[in-house]
């Protein structure tokens, strides 16, 4: 029976997170980027249980975090939102301060609290897009990053360099990625 895309994926994880990690990592090093076509994203989320099964039956907990209402949080408890909404480039200073330092705290609170066993797994980043870039969330939280922080991440790689959405020029990041063609390569 042939695997679908996600499944290769799921399997490619499984064998990733089910190898021994070392423990003497820095925070940049605990980050796992799961890389898969942006327009897999839908049965990502429908599927995401695989990824669950695969850590926990790697002996490893499991926290899921979706940032995809965020943003619409984080504008719903602002006072002025009707004014950002008639001229959003007012929003722009408050985005680059507030909004990226809200999201990376909210994260590095659930990062804190995972054991040095636990991933943290990052669901939604594509809702992201335009509001905070998913690097500097990434980079602000790295300190926290006390077993292994898992970003699903709808895009590209060449090498290091990673492109969200395919639409943003990447960064280079050091993190360990994860994707459909390592699978295609790798399977027996």
């Not at 940049?28 to 799961?34: D, P």
Request: aromatic share 10%.
């Amino acid at each position: 029976m042939s695997l679908s895309r996600i499944g290769k994926l799921a399997r490619a994880y499984e064998r990733h997170i089910g190898a021994p990690w070392q423990r003497t990592l820095a925070g940049a090093q605990r980050v796992i980027f799961v890389v898969y076509d942006k327009e897999m994203e839908r049965t990502l989320r429908a599927r995401i249980d695989e990824f669950a099964q695969a850590t926990v039956g790697a002996g490893h907990g499991w926290t899921l975090v979706d940032c995809t209402s965020w943003f619409a949080e984080w504008m719903a408890r602002d006072e002025y939102r009707d004014a950002y909404f008639e001229d959003p480039s007012l929003l722009e200073l408050k985005l680059e301060s507030e909004f990226r330092a809200g999201s990376a705290q909210k994260l590095a609170i659930v990062l804190e609290q995972a054991g040095e066993s636990d991933v943290v797994a990052l669901l939604g980043v594509a809702s992201l897009y335009g509001f905070l870039r998913v690097s500097d969330l990434i980079r602000a939280v790295e300190p926290a990053v006390r077993g292994r922080l898992v970003v699903f991440f709808p895009g590209s790689r060449n090498e290091n360099n990673f492109r969200l959405l395919d639409a943003r020029d990447g960064w280079n990041y050091l993190a360990q990625a994860i994707t459909l063609h390592d699978e295609q390569v790798n399977l027996p």
